[in-house]
Structures are given as structure tokens and as C-alpha cells.
Nanobody, 125 residues
Framework: QIQLVESGGGLVQPGGSLTLSCAASGRTFGDFAVAWFRQAPGKDREFVASLRWSMGGTWYADSVKGRYTISKDRAANRVLLRMNSLKAEDRAVYYC??????????????????WGQGTQVTVSS
């Protein structure tokens, strides 16, 4: 069993930056993929970014490509999401998830078995 805890959310002005952290406990990420999803008020949960912990590779939603960077911190067994040039439409609860997703399912929430509790990101002036 693996437990995920997100942190780093908060209020930021448009154009600003935030870094989210997803820390795992109970086991290492091992051969899992680790993803970030987000859900804005009144909208469905959507894929943001993902990486495969051992095999490598990163994926991004078109809406965040070039602005967000997902990376791994092996020493701390955590995944980071650096978010730059934030826009009002990036406002959402951001969730970390992990599971045996493969390249063809990397953007599907159904491919992830373990989820964190979410962290709120608000972009407002």
C-alpha cells in the first residue's frame, strides 16, 4: 500500500509560480507512473502531467505544456510539479495519483489506483 500527500498549493497572482509536491509513504513509487490531475469547480477531473518513476518519460496536457514541469526527487521519494506563468484558468484542486499506468493509458484517471487528498491552487489578482 502506498499513501500520497500533496502540498504546496496556495494563492498566487496571474503570471506567478508555484511548486506542488507529492510525497509517498508505505513504499517507493517503484515501477509506477505518477501523475497530477486537477479539478476545477463544476468541471470534470482532467489530466495535467505524468512521469514513469523507473522507466522514464514525461507527458503533459496541451494546456500546460511549456509552463509546467513534472520531476522526481528520488532521495525524498516524491514528485514535484513546477507551475509557471499561471493563469486564472489553472485554478483547481490538484491531485497526485500513482499506479501501473502505461504510455497508452497515462492520461486516464482509471489507470491510477492510489490518490492523494488534493491541494487547492488559486490564481487571482
Amino acid at each position: 500500500q502506498i499513501q500520497l500527500v500533496e502540498s504546496g498549493g496556495g494563492l498566487v497572482q496571474p503570471g506567478g509560480s508555484l511548486t506542488l509536491s507529492c510525497a509517498a509513504s508505505g513504499r517507493t513509487f517503484g515501477d509506477f507512473a505518477v501523475a497530477w490531475f486537477r479539478q476545477a469547480p463544476g468541471k470534470d477531473r482532467e489530466f495535467v502531467a505524468s512521469l514513469r518513476w523507473s522507466m522514464g518519460g514525461t507527458w503533459y496536457a496541451d494546456s500546460v505544456k511549456g509552463r509546467y514541469t513534472i520531476s522526481k526527487d528520488r532521495a525524498a521519494n516524491r514528485v514535484l510539479l513546477r507551475m509557471n506563468s499561471l493563469k486564472a484558468e489553472d485554478r483547481a484542486v490538484y491531485y497526485c495519483a500513482t499506479g501501473r499506468a502505461i504510455a497508452s493509458t497515462i492520461a486516464s484517471s482509471k489507470a491510477y489506483s492510489y490518490w492523494g487528498q488534493g491541494t487547492q491552487v488559486t490564481v487571482s489578482s
